[in-house]
């Protein structure tokens, strides 16, 4: 079974950038780790996700550029580089992996999610 422990939330101000981190361990590879975030009253939305193996990603509309996945394979950790953030950025961002997928996997998907680290961002 993968564990997965995100770290790297706090409180920032609104413009300014935040570097997420999760670090996978356990027996069994993922094929793609994804970032989500849910904030207060909010349903659970995508973020962004890479391919461990060649590294292709995939980003909602929303983030807008100003995000960016990143992965270390020899580390076992996914980033999220947050910048330019704004207010409605607040969440708790968990990290989430899937088994073998094809393509942009769907949420049902991910099979292992971590418990998650709070992100807020001032006005």
């Known amino acids: 079974q993968v564990q997965l422990v995100e770290s790297g939330g706090g409180l920032v101000q609104a413009g300014g950038s935040l570097r997420l981190s999760c670090a996978a361990s356990g027996r069994t590879s993922s094929s793609v780790m994804g970032w989500f975030r849910q904030g207060p009253g909010k349903e659970r939305e995508f973020v962004a996700a890479?391919?461990?193996?060649?590294?292709?990603?995939y980003y909602a509309d929303f983030v807008k550029g100003r995000f960016t996945i990143s992965r270390d394979n020899a580390k076992n950790t996914v980033y999220l580089q947050m910048n330019s953030l704004k207010p409605e950025d607040t969440a708790v961002y968990y990290c989430?992996?899937?088994?073998?997928?094809?393509?942009?996997?769907?949420?049902?998907?991910?099979?292992?999610w971590g418990q998650g680290t709070q992100v807020t961002v001032s006005s």
């Open positions: 989430a992996s899937t088994a073998y997928s094809i393509g942009r996997p769907a949420t049902t998907e991910y099979r292992y």
């Open positions: 890479i391919r461990w193996t060649y590294g292709a990603t």
